[in-house]
């Protein structure tokens, strides 16, 4: 059977992207995985995940990503929220893959909910399986965790490379905020990799320009 798994990273931070990610495997190739240690990407050092990432490519049938930047997310958020983003792409990321059954990381607390939105998106017809923290309970959603995240890194390591150090990019980052705001200072406007639309973006705007 033809498993595929969905998961999403950087889906929470001010600035960057939001990557998504399907990984399609056999069950076979799930149990190596799992045996090579795949799990959460949460759990894992960047350099295992590197490695794991590799393994993962290897072991797959195939894989899609969907890579979201902060003007896009922006965009679509003036038409839908973010949980409907994330169904729509988890949506495509399945008819690509045409899994046999696919299981998917809820965004929302109520799993039917987010389940309800990707199959309204949904033009195939596998087995789906929604659930909370899936990342944490299936390897194959944790496969999907670890490639999505290995691609966010590496593009947030390039803009770091480009306009400096600004930490994670999450508003709880102190570095991260004070970035935002030197840069307001300076710019008068928000970075383009920046999520205009967040709350935190909006304040600092105001508050730096007033």
């Not at 939001?18 to 995985?33: R, T, Y």
């Not at 894989?63 to 679509?76: C, G, N, P, R, W």
């Not at 809820?106 to 309204?120: H, V, Y």
């Amino acid at each position: 059977m033809l498993i595929a798994g969905a998961d999403e990273a950087g889906r929470g931070p001010v600035l960057g992207p939001m990557v998504m990610c399907g990984v399609l495997l056999d069950e076979k190739s799930i149990e190596e995985l799992k045996a090579a240690g795949v799990k959460d990407s949460k759990l894992l050092s960047p350099k295992r995940r590197e490695f794991l990432s590799e393994i993962i490519m290897k072991k797959c049938k195939k894989h899609e990503l969907v890579e979201l930047s902060a003007e896009e997310i922006d965009k679509t958020r003036e038409k839908m929220n973010l949980n409907e983003i994330e169904a729509l792409n988890f949506a495509k990321i399945i008819d690509l893959l045409k899994p046999e059954k696919a299981y998917v990381d809820a965004p929302d607390p109520r799993p039917q909910k987010s389940k309800e939105r990707i199959l309204r998106y949904l033009k195939s017809n596998p087995e789906i399986i929604v659930e909370n923290y899936a990342d944490k309970k299936y390897t194959v959603v944790a496969a999907a965790s670890i490639v999505a995240k290995v691609r966010r890194d590496a593009i947030i390591e390039e803009l770091r490379k480009k306009h400096g150090d600004f930490g994670s990019g999450y508003t709880s980052d102190k570095r991260t905020i004070d970035f935002l705001r030197e840069w307001v200072r300076r710019e008068k406007k928000l970075p383009p990799f920046a999520r205009k639309s967040w709350e935190t973006a909006r304040r600092i705007l105001e508050e730096e320009n007033r």
